[in-house]
């Protein structure tokens, strides 16, 4: 399952058995992005490809292309806690591509299925 996770290559790095050979590099193309450090999902989901382009440059994130960004971006927020806000940017993406609907009704189901869950919560303790 890829939970909240939209990109495999640090889960990659941690297993990989090279790994414990190496030693970090001085070199500031391999230096963590602040951009890309800890983003909200909501943002990144409202990214156009010219930004997606622009902030991945010379990153091999780019190699997934946008339109695989944003399927794994809307998979990660059908895995997210209910919101209002999610639902709306998920609704907003409809219709752009068949691919990518596919995986935004999938979130949207999740969304209201978690929404329905915690209300369902809330009125079991009532």
Known sequence: M?????????????????????????EPDFSPRAVLHAPELLELFGWDEATFLRVTEGSAIRRIGHVRWSRNIAVALGNAPYQDAIVLALQRRLGELPLLDVHIQWALGRQMALRQSAAVTVHSAQ
């Not at 890829?2 to 058995?17: S, V």
């Open 2 to 26: 890829i939970g909240n996770r939209i990109y495999g290559c640090d889960d990659c790095q941690f297993i990989c058995p090279w790994n414990r050979f190496s030693s970090l590099t001085e």
